[in-house]
């Protein structure tokens, strides 16, 4: 049913209630989640952050068609759409929910029901009355949706159903429950702590989303980030050794307080070999540090043993937090708890996952003077525009910026590594020839897998007594939007409505710039700004994308002029008031930063500038007029006011229906 729209576009598929009141009250243009609806992907994708702005509005089914008229999407009626619940209760008493002993919710099946469902079409409909039988009667990976009523009847399934379900199966609630609760229990999923083959701790991050990291006490190494649709990001050898005092050939082994052989500890240090604790009351972090829940905090302090080889005393403490968008942040904190300064080097020895070495290139680097491993760290400078990898590469990139991204064009997908307090960058492939003499890597294993280090080499960083050093590493993937095709091309009304494209942009230019500013209309790159997205973002896309920006530009500045004349108070309100404040926005962030890329719509642009001559009071503009003498009701339907509201109705549907 589904296969003939394309995915690729907005669309909210559904049908209405069967139920007439519910049409009456609620409207005809809306579907029920009782009755089941389709969202393609990308307006799924702008739904999350749109639904967040309106945690008010009581029942999903509001939030949903809140965002759909702010998004500006009409519903596409498709007939066949229904309830997809069996009515259990249609033909006979409801069904109970009964407390047992372990305050299980058992729903007591009757023979109407199975009759019932006879009727209705031979469903398969099977009764079974332990949450284990239901459970192991299920394939895996188990998908159970559960409709019981909201609050504790939702946990109390929840945990009868969880004693007997595996990694992998999976829960869906599909009542209609308090946001609060579903929240909660997104918190409690978040973090789990179990036990490796071999017993050692690990801690498992999900996010709501679907996205997961792993991290083993064993050297506070993470050991698997896996995207919202499960594909694992970072490499694993085949012949990685699990058991400590040994590494893990792959994830992200911490590398301190050496790297390499720079010093007279084993190479890369001690901390990757050693078992770390959860730190379980950390010192707080800056809010923006975890403002999600997937995250964990870890605690490494050196032994008697280690006191023998490095008579420093410190506090390793690291955190490792699974963002809401599935990024992967690993935040570092050092402190120097000795009576004397210490000095150390760090990296995160990451191996990325890759298609094929031979199809990746590394931006970033470009420019930069090195320390060749390979020639007894002798210091050249990158010369290539970007790294590509066709043998052996052993090398400390140094001073490099915060941001590093790595193509990998067969997978069509990009990661960044935004970095912090961390000025160079490993880059390590072992090739052909060094694979074979690595006792726990595969022969050929060199061609899926790329070490790209955030890492302080080559200025060890020193800490006084009592000092602390933070360091931070965000890794993000994007997928690359690598088309044989250009995107087809939009016109003028498609673009209009298009804050996706603004998002988009804004989240992926957020990875590779400090300050974005950014409203959620369409959008425009200034020219300066199109040689930086162009690099970060794949040039083919953008260049379809900017070109068809500029074959928009009259049509929609026609039309802003249309607005201006026909309706200028609402131009004021939703257009002048706007540029207002972006352009005073704008301007105050642009005295903080030596440059700023702003995402902003279109058609916002000729007035961010004309007031970016003109500077006005952002004060003024915040507050609220005095309140004028009441109207009465007459007077306000003879208002210019209410004849504006109006037009400002007809305005809005007539750009959706041109979509
Ligand atoms: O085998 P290890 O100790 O994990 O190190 C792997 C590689 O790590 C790199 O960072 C080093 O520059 C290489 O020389 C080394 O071979």
């Known amino acids: 049913m589904l296969g003939k729209y394309d995915h690729r576009l907005w669309y909210y598929i559904g049908a209405g209630s069967e139920i007439y009141q519910q049409n009456k009250d609620f409207g005809f243009k809306m579907t029920f989640g009782g009755e089941g609806f389709a969202i393609s992907y990308p307006l799924a994708k702008v739904f999350d952050s749109c639904i967040e702005r309106y945690p008010h509005l009581y029942g999903s089914d509001s939030r949903i068609y809140t965002c759909l008229a702010e998004l500006g999407v009409g519903l596409t009626s498709e007939p066949g759409f229904h309830q997809v619940g069996f ?163 792959g994830g992200i082994p911490i590398c301190f307080p050496q790297f390499g052989q720079r010093g007279s500890l084993e190479q890369h240090g001690f901390a990757r070999n050693r078992t770390w604790i959860i730190d379980e009351n950390p010192p707080p972090l800056h809010p923006n540090d975890s403002d999600g829940k997937a995250y964990i905090d870890l605690l490494l302090k050196p032994s008697e043993d280690d006191l023998k080889i490095w008579p420093h005393s410190f506090e390793f403490r690291l955190r490792v937090y699974l963002t809401t968008d599935g990024n992967l942040s690993l935040i570092s904190r050092i402190r120097n708890i000795n009576c004397k300064p210490f000095s150390f080097s760090i990296a995160y020895h990451t191996y990325f996952s890759i298609s094929d070495i031979s199809e990746v290139r590394v931006e970033g680097l470009e420019t930069l003077d090195y320390l060749d491993n390979l020639c007894q760290r002798e210091r050249f400078t990158e010369q290539g525009d970007a790294l590509t990898f066709e043998s052996e590469v052993d090398r400390v990139y140094l001073g490099s910026r915060d941001v590093i991204a790595i193509f990998d064009h067969e997978r069509k997908r990009t990661f960044f590594i ?16 060094k694979s074979k003499a690595i006792a726990d890597f595969g022969d050929e294993e060199y061609k899926q897998m790329l070490c790209v280090n955030g890492a302080a080499v080559e200025k060890p960083i020193t800490l006084k007594p009592g000092e602390e050093w933070t360091g931070r590493l965000e890794l993000s993937v994007v997928p690359s939007m690598h088309q044989s095709t250009p995107p087809p091309s939009k016109t003028i009304d498609q673009y209009v409505v298009a804050p996706c494209i603004a998002s988009t942009l804004a989240s992926k230019l957020k990875n590779s710039f400090s300050s974005i500013v950014c409203n959620n209309q369409s959008v425009y790159i200034s020219g300066k700004s199109r040689a930086l997205i162009m690099y970060f973002l794949p040039r083919n896309w953008c260049e379809a994308m900017l070109k068809d920006l500029d074959d928009g530009h009259d049509k929609l500045t026609r039309k802003m002029q249309e607005l201006n004349e026909e309706c200028p108070t609402l131009f004021e309100t939703i257009v002048d008031e706007r540029d207002q404040y972006m352009s005073s926005t704008l301007l105050s962030v642009a005295r903080k930063h030596n440059s700023v890329v702003a995402v902003v719509g279109r058609g916002h642009l000729p007035g961010i500038q004309k007031y970016w001559k003109q500077p006005v009071s952002i004060n003024e503009l915040m507050t609220i007029p005095p309140q004028k003498p009441a109207l009465s009701t007459g007077k306000i339907l003879a208002s210019p006011g209410f004849a504006i509201a109006g037009v400002a109705i007809v305005w809005g549907i007539y750009l959706a229906n041109k979509i």
Request: charged share 30%; net charge positive; with cysteine.
């Open 87 to 249: 009515k259990l209760s249609r033909h006979g008493p409801k069904p109970r929910l009964k407390r047992r002993r372990k305050r299980l919710p058992n729903l007591r099946l009757q023979p109407y029901h199975l009759q019932s469902a006879e009727d209705e079409g031979k469903l398969p409909l099977f009764g079974h009355y332990s949450p284990r039988d239901f459970v192991l009667s299920i394939q895996r990976p188990r998908s159970v949706v559960i409709l019981v009523k909201a609050g504790a009847p939702v946990d109390q399934t929840i945990a009868a159903l969880s004693d007997h379900m595996e990694p992998g199966d999976c829960i869906i609630d599909g009542g209609n429950e308090w946001y609060e609760n579903t929240e909660r229990r997104m918190q409690e999923t978040a973090v789990e702590v179990t036990k490796d083959r071999n017993g050692t701790d690990q801690v498992l991050l999900r996010n709501p989303r679907g996205a997961s990291a792993r991290v083993s006490l064993h050297g506070g190494q993470v050991l698997s980030w896996r995207a919202d649709r499960g594909e694992e990001l970072l490499f694993t050898s085949s012949k990685a050794v699990f058991k400590p005092p040994y590494a893990v050939r």
């Open 418 to 433: 935004r970095k912090e307090g961390l000025p160079d960058v490993g880059v390590w492939n072992p090739w052909e020839k």
